[in-house]
């Protein structure tokens, strides 16, 4: 797995990209966006400030994503991000992955009878 796979893969790398994909946005706007995004049942992805900046900080240096332009808003700089069209090509590569790995997972469970799954506290 290349550097760039293995860092797409990485949870908050892949919903960071997938928040950039279709327009620029700054901090804020991204943490926001992830958890929106990221929103499934009762789970959703919650990036910590650190977190964000790390990842912002690695997709970057990987040509992911660049700094679109920066702004001052009430006297404090904010700085907006925009996918790369690498960073678009490795999020679309990154979601054909997952739905192989999906599709493989829903064909496997397909060809088990009901019978086999037990879960774990079950066989306690």
Known sequence: MSSVAREVANEASFWILVSLAETSKH?????????????SGDRSVSLKVPTLYAALDR?????LIEVDREEVVDGRARRYYRSTAPGRHALAEEASNLEGRARAAREALARTTPSTHTSVAAQR
């Open 59 to 63: 997709l970057e240096r990987g040509g």
């Open 27 to 39: 901090g804020y706007g991204i943490l926001r966006d992830v958890e929106l995004l990221s929103a």
